[in-house]
């Protein structure tokens, strides 16, 4: 028999890149009393990892938990990111409704529309936040019309149409059901929360079920599987067969060594869970996400959706440049297998194959973004190891014609900016689906673009709009190849012998183009020291010294003046290197460098070419 649990109200935190979700959370978590009243709390504190701190950007899923009014609220804080979207899919499975966060002024943004429609797919209940209103150039009123043109034109059931409304500002931790209304704390949030949200369902005589929908992983216990109970109910030391919808081969038995519920940011044991609790189980090795546990006499996987295909590859390699080794901790080919395999135990969206060589790895992920976040973060465990640059997945359909990667792209861009940006993605083949005028005086561009054109644009765009554009872009779906896109008009510089490179050297190089790399750098024959302006690569001799006579002074030297080099940082890098070019990367520096270093067989590689 069906029952509602009353006293459990799971929900999942949606909305576009900084529109304040992790905020939002944040405000939850202290009115509802989770932190002590002197406790020192970090902003944004659901964003634990480094990398996540440092860009204001959520990576991951995380699962909280709140009390009010006796009634525990599982929150799940969502990426906002498209290449995370991954993340988003998996998670509304084990809610039973949304909070969509909008900022006020900024509106229904390209993000929005992708999270909402996963939610409407499920026919999950929504919230309507609209965030930031305390924003001098807010607009409440206009961004609920932009919602609801939404919800319609993604065919939302009308039921759903009839959404509650909160306006909030997260940052000051108040929210109120009335703009007139002046308010403090955010319990119209909770009570809307209790009320609109319905209670999860099950049956809790029947046999056990829970599905996993995310994994955690921690170095002690290994891998954590995160789910919500929707049948009977788990115990500790209960045996469970592990079985999956989409692999029926699938039947193992396992035991429940340790279970946990979500209690503010701790997880706390417990015995047993019941109907629609959040649980983590840990101590089952074999335990991956869309698996579910059932009870031996009833074995009935749970369908679940299947994560969403990765579109973009980079090859990771063993570093075998003249530097190799003298700057990382992990440097081998084993090290570097075992670290990439073990990415996979909490990244559902990435892949990683082996290849003809035992030293290189073929990587897949959902974007530029998501393949950078993974190597900033091996660099900074002390791996020292080369990537290539990022290529698109292609496929083909039945009649064999080849398919590419497609991306809908918004920018939004001051007026001034936009042919500019209309020209250079046209060479990107992208198409011009849309233009129209957004907020504050500025131009809004809709294209359809394969996704290999926006790989390496982004610093291209920063620099044409000066740093005043807005690009978003979601995947969406394959179409036919578009024809051969030329990436870069510059070509390289390249060192020409090794040793360290000198004021001299450099600054009859500086004429030649831009530099990226400043006096007292340690070079090899092959590496990439700068860009030329022109298309062709030049290789130069940076560690020359100044030939001394009696009518040469060495201090004659100190009036050379040299531009202050272009240092890249990591993204900048993987934009920049060509097919031909590697990216050196080590705890240390980053280097580009070319795939083949030694000049004469270079130049026999090109002309067979």
């Given at each position: 028999?069906?029952q509602?649990?009353?006293d459990?109200?799971?929900?999942?935190?949606?909305?576009?890149?900084d529109h304040?979700?992790?905020t939002?959370?944040?405000?939850?978590?202290?009115?509802s009393?989770?932190f002590?009243a002197?406790?020192?709390?970090?902003?944004r504190?659901m964003?634990?990892g480094?990398?996540?701190?440092e860009?204001?950007?959520t990576?991951?899923?995380?699962?909280?938990a709140v009390t009010?009014?006796n009634?525990?609220?599982?929150?799940?804080?969502?990426?906002?990111?498209?290449d995370f979207?991954?993340?988003?899919?998996?998670v509304?499975?084990?809610?039973n409704g949304?909070?969509l966060?909008?900022?006020a002024?900024e509106?229904?943004?390209p993000q929005?529309?992708?999270?909402?429609?996963?939610?409407?797919e499920?026919?999950?209940?929504?919230i309507?936040c609209?965030?930031?209103?305390?924003?001098?150039?807010a607009?409440?009123?206009?961004?609920?019309?932009e919602?609801?043109e939404?919800?319609?034109?993604?065919d939302?059931d009308a039921?759903?149409?009839d959404c509650?409304?909160?306006?909030a500002s997260?940052k000051n931790?108040?929210?109120?059901?009335?703009?007139?209304?002046?308010?403090?704390?955010?319990k119209?949030?909770?009570?809307?929360?209790i009320e609109h949200?319905?209670?999860?369902?099950?049956?809790p005589d029947?046999a056990t079920?829970?599905?996993v929908?995310?994994i955690?992983?921690?170095?002690y216990?290994?891998?954590?599987?995160v789910g919500?109970?929707?049948?009977?109910t788990?115990?500790?030391?209960q045996e469970?067969i592990?079985?999956n919808?989409?692999?029926?081969?699938?039947?193992?038995k396992?035991?429940?060594?340790?279970?946990?519920e979500?209690d503010?940011?701790?997880k706390v044991?417990?015995s047993?869970?019941g109907?629609?609790?959040?649980?983590a189980i840990s101590g089952?090795?074999?335990?991956?996400?869309?698996?579910?546990l059932?009870s031996p006499?009833?074995?009935?996987p749970i369908?679940?959706q299947?994560i969403?295909?990765?579109t973009?590859?980079?090859?990771f390699?063993?570093n075998d440049s003249?530097?190799?080794g003298q700057?990382?901790k992990?440097?081998t080919s084993?090290?570097?297998?075992?670290r990439?395999?073990?990415?996979l135990n909490t990244?559902?969206?990435?892949?990683v194959?082996?290849?003809?060589?035992a030293?290189?790895?073929?990587?897949?992920g959902?974007?530029?973004?998501?393949?950078?976040v993974?190597i900033e973060?091996?660099?900074?465990?002390?791996y020292e190891f080369a990537v290539?640059k990022?290529?698109?997945?292609?496929k083909?359909?039945?009649?064999?014609?080849?398919l590419?990667?497609m991306?809908?792209?918004?920018?939004?861009?001051?007026e001034?900016f936009?042919?500019s940006?209309?020209?250079?993605?046209?060479?990107?083949k992208g198409?011009?689906l849309n233009m129209g005028?957004?907020?504050?005086?500025?131009?809004?561009?809709?294209?359809?673009?394969?996704s290999r054109g926006l790989i390496g644009?982004r610093g291209?765009f920063?620099?044409?709009?000066?740093?005043?554009?807005i690009?978003?872009?979601?995947?969406?779906?394959?179409a036919p190849y578009?024809?051969?896109?030329q990436?870069?008009k510059q070509g390289?510089l390249?060192?020409?012998e090794a040793g360290?490179s000198?004021?001299?050297?450099?600054?009859n190089a500086?004429?030649?183009?831009t530099l990226?790399?400043?006096?007292?750098v340690k070079?090899?024959s092959?590496?990439v020291?700068?860009?030329?302006g022109r298309?062709?690569d030049?290789?130069?001799n940076?560690?020359?010294?100044k030939q001394l006579t009696n009518?040469r002074?060495?201090?004659a030297?100190e009036a050379?003046?040299?531009?202050p080099p272009?240092?890249l940082?990591l993204?900048?890098?993987?934009?920049?290197?060509?097919t031909?070019e590697?990216l050196?990367?080590?705890?240390?520096?980053?280097?580009?460098?070319?795939?083949?270093l030694d000049p004469?067989?270079?130049?026999?590689?090109a002309?067979?070419?």
């Amino acid at each position: 028999m069906k029952q509602k649990r009353e006293d459990v109200r799971n929900i999942a935190i949606i909305a576009h890149v900084d529109h304040g979700k992790t905020t939002l959370v944040d405000e939850l978590l202290k009115q509802s009393g989770v932190f002590r009243a002197n406790q020192d709390v970090a902003e944004r504190v659901m964003d634990s990892g480094d990398i996540e701190r440092e860009r204001g950007i959520t990576i991951l899923a995380k699962n909280t938990a709140v009390t009010y009014k006796n009634t525990k609220i599982n929150i799940i804080d969502t990426p906002g990111h498209a290449d995370f979207g991954g993340e988003v899919e998996r998670v509304l499975k084990m809610v039973n409704g949304v909070i969509l966060v909008v900022d006020a002024f900024e509106g229904a943004m390209p993000q929005t529309k992708f999270v909402l429609r996963k939610a409407l797919e499920l026919k999950l209940p929504v919230i309507l936040c609209v965030n930031k209103i305390d924003r001098p150039e807010a607009n409440p009123e206009r961004v609920v019309d932009e919602v609801l043109e939404l919800f319609i034109d993604l065919d939302a059931d009308a039921s759903l149409l009839d959404c509650p409304i909160v306006y909030a500002s997260a940052k000051n931790g108040s929210a109120t059901l009335n703009l007139t209304v002046k308010n403090k704390d955010m319990k119209p949030l909770f009570d809307t929360i209790i009320e609109h949200i319905p209670a999860p369902e099950g049956d809790p005589d029947a046999a056990t079920q829970v599905l996993v929908s995310t994994i955690d992983y921690n170095e002690y216990v290994g891998r954590i599987g995160v789910g919500k109970v929707d049948n009977g109910t788990i115990k500790v030391n209960q045996e469970v067969i592990l079985c999956n919808a989409h692999d029926l081969e699938k039947k193992k038995k396992v035991k429940i060594s340790k279970l946990y519920e979500f209690d503010g940011l701790n997880k706390v044991e417990v015995s047993e869970a019941g109907i629609g609790s959040i649980v983590a189980i840990s101590g089952i090795t074999d335990i991956h996400i869309g698996d579910t546990l059932c009870s031996p006499d009833n074995v009935e996987p749970i369908p679940f959706q299947k994560i969403s295909e990765p579109t973009i590859a980079m090859q990771f390699i063993v570093n075998d440049s003249p530097l190799a080794g003298q700057e990382g901790k992990y440097v081998t080919s084993r090290h570097l297998r075992d670290r990439l395999f073990r990415e996979l135990n909490t990244d559902v969206s990435l892949r990683v194959e082996e290849t003809e060589s035992a030293d290189c790895f073929k990587v897949s992920g959902r974007g530029e973004l998501h393949l950078s976040v993974l190597i900033e973060n091996m660099r900074r465990e002390g791996y020292e190891f080369a990537v290539s640059k990022a290529e698109v997945l292609y496929k083909t359909d039945e009649n064999g014609q080849k398919l590419e990667p497609m991306e809908s792209t918004y920018i939004d861009v001051p007026e001034e900016f936009s042919g500019s940006v209309i020209e250079k993605l046209s060479q990107r083949k992208g198409e011009l689906l849309n233009m129209g005028s957004a907020n504050g005086g500025y131009t809004r561009l809709e294209f359809s673009i394969p996704s290999r054109g926006l790989i390496g644009y982004r610093g291209e765009f920063m620099t044409d709009t000066k740093g005043n554009g807005i690009m978003n872009s979601v995947f969406d779906g394959y179409a036919p190849y578009k024809g051969d896109i030329q990436y870069r008009k510059q070509g390289s510089l390249i060192a020409f012998e090794a040793g360290e490179s000198i004021t001299y050297g450099l600054y009859n190089a500086q004429e030649r183009g831009t530099l990226f790399i400043g006096p007292g750098v340690k070079v090899y024959s092959g590496m990439v020291i700068g860009s030329n302006g022109r298309g062709e690569d030049i290789e130069l001799n940076v560690c020359k010294k100044k030939q001394l006579t009696n009518t040469r002074s060495s201090s004659a030297d100190e009036a050379l003046r040299l531009t202050p080099p272009k240092l890249l940082s990591l993204e900048q890098s993987l934009d920049f290197i060509d097919t031909d070019e590697l990216l050196e990367v080590t705890p240390k520096s980053l280097r580009i460098r070319k795939k083949i270093l030694d000049p004469t067989m270079r130049k026999r590689a090109a002309i067979k070419k």
